[in-house]
Structures are given as C-alpha cells and as structure tokens.
C-alpha cells in the first residue's frame, strides 16, 4: 500500500497563483522529500525536510512538515507555465535508505 | 554528464521472454534501486542494493532478478515476460545516508504483448 497518498490529484491555476499540494503519510518518518516529473521523464529531487524540521524553503518552493498529523504540503508561489509537472511526495523511515512514494499531484499552469 | 544511465528507452516484449534492463551511474553512490510506474499508481518499489553483492527485495519483487556486481551497475532482470509488467521502469541512486535525495534515470518504458 502507498504510505503517501497526495491531495489534490489534479490541480489547475493560472500563471502567477500560487500553488499548494498536500500529502498525508501513515508511519514515523525520518525525512519526507518532494520530487518534479516532468511528462515522458524521469524524476528530480526538488526539496528534502527533516522529521525534526516544521518548514524549508528553496527558492519559490516552500515544504511544511506536521509530523503530528503526518501531513506535509509543497507551496509553489508566483507558478509558471514551466511549474506543469507532475509532483510526487516521498518518505524516508527509520533507519532504511529506501523511499516511498505517493500516487502524485498533477499540476497544470495555464499561460 | 554525471548521473544515472538507463537503457534501453523503449522495448517491446512478447509474453515470455526475458530481458534485461540495464542502469548504471557514475557518482559512486552505494545506494541503488528499482521502481516501475503505473498510471495513478505512482512508483513502487521492486528491489533495491546498499551496496556491491547486496540486494533486497521491495514492494513488488515477483518476475524480477537483480544482481550488484558493481558499484556503479544494478541491472534488472525479467525472467518471464507477462503483460501485467507492462509499465515504465525507473532506476534511481543515492549516497548511503539516510537524509539524502535520489537521482534518478529518464526510465525504460516497457510493452508486453
């Protein structure tokens, strides 16, 4: 089963809105990483938040952590149309180096 | 260019044969693994290695081999073909540390008739 399930599915803005995904995971974590696919593409590592961390940022993207609720989101500010990508969420757990993925958000910026 | 290399791009199969997926990457990283891709289903893990001569299994091992020789290759193997491996598969690396991210390969997008 998924342990990071992503809400919304999809998502459509205009250039210029900002953007926020959510992800909800089910056990302890030790970190929680954000991923960008873009279509027929392979994956690439946008931003990684500690479990003892509540909020990174990088560049216009901005990761919130609430391990008590087991939620994190990714807010993309001032979007692009270049932002149209998929984006998934990731959890690292105890002491394993493996990575867990969600199903995905898919976002759309409208010129 | 460093990175994760994987090839072929595209293959079509037919139900029953076996091949082989190769990925290799070139920033010695210990940590290597293999996910495949479903529409809506996101990425699942089949089998992933901490290192030369380990390797373990994932989510959804069955149908698959690996093997770790090398530190820089981690090929997957496909014993017997079936139309439910129909899928685009990705191979990703990592250093071996637990905070870190991955790298990963632009896939091998796989058909079995």
């Known amino acids: 089963s998924q342990q990071g399930e992503e809400d919304p599915q999809a998502l459509s803005i205009q250039e210029g809105e900002n953007a926020t995904m959510n992800c909800s995971y089910k056990?302890?974590?030790?970190?929680l990483q954000w991923y960008r696919q873009n279509s027929g593409r392979g994956l690439v590592h946008l931003i990684l938040?500690?479990?003892?961390?509540r909020e990174k940022h990088s560049g216009r993207l901005r990761v919130t952590l609430d391990t008590s609720k087991k939620s994190s989101s990714l807010l993309i500010t001032a979007s692009r149309a270049a932002d149209t990508a998929s984006y998934f969420c990731?959890?690292?757990?105890?002491?394993?180096?493996?990575?867990?993925f969600g199903s995905g958000t898919r976002l759309l910026v409208r010129p | 260019n460093a990175g994760v290399t994987q090839t072929p791009k595209f293959q079509v199969l037919k139900t029953g044969q076996s091949m082989t997926l190769q990925c290799a990457q070139d920033m010695n990283h210990e940590y290597m693994s293999w996910y495949r891709q479903d529409p809506g289903m996101g990425l699942r893990l089949i089998h992933y290695?901490?290192?030369?001569?380990?390797?373990d299994q994932g989510e959804v091992p069955n149908g698959y081999n690996v093997s770790r020789s090398t530190t820089e290759d981690f090929p997957l193997r496909l014993l017997s073909a079936a139309p439910s491996q129909t899928s685009v598969y990705f191979c990703a690396s990592s250093l071996r540390r637990v905070n870190y991210g991955y790298t990963f390969g632009s896939g091998t997008r796989l058909t079995v008739v």
């Open positions: 990731a959890t690292g757990m105890d002491s394993s180096y493996k990575l867990i």
């Open positions: 056990t302890s974590i030790n970190n």
């Open positions: 938040i500690r479990s003892n961390e």
């Open positions: 290695s901490v290192g030369a001569g380990i390797t």
